[in-house]
């Protein structure tokens, strides 16, 4: 009942910012939490940040902390993630991730919907 889109990933150079966007369609009145998750080939996937769509209130992992930040516009349905001072560590595909119940998890199963991914390379 909720489809999640991601956008704006692409190759840079290392020290440069991406902005990534989530834009969620459906039932989006039953989301509580949003979350970012990231994949590189043959890896786990790993939590990155999360945030309460009502509250606003931010999480994020120790290896994006300083860095990574998440926001969103409820109005607009949508997530984003501005990633600055990028480094080859984090070449990924970036999933948005969405949570119906209450609270928030580092868990990708405690999520509902999943977007498909938007890559991000960043070179030396």
């Known amino acids: 009942q909720v489809q999640l889109v991601e956008s704006g990933g692409g190759l840079v150079p290392a020290g440069d910012s991406l902005r990534l966007s989530c834009t969620a369609s459906g039932r989006t009145f039953d989301l509580y939490s949003l979350a970012w998750f990231r994949q590189a080939p043959g890896k786990e996937r790993k939590w990155v940040a999360a945030?309460?769509?009502?509250?606003?209130?931010?999480y994020y992992s120790d290896s994006v902390k300083g860095r990574f930040t998440i926001s969103r516009d409820n109005a607009k349905d949508t997530v984003f993630l501005q990633m600055n001072s990028l480094s080859p560590e984090d070449t990924a595909k970036y999933y948005c991730?969405?949570?119906?119940?209450?609270?928030?998890?580092?868990?990708?199963?405690?999520?509902?919907?999943w977007g498909r991914g938007t890559q991000v390379t960043v070179s030396s």
């Open positions: 991730a969405a949570r119906t119940g209450g609270g928030w998890s580092e868990s990708n199963v405690a999520y509902d919907y």
């Open positions: 945030i309460k769509k009502t509250e606003g209130t931010t």
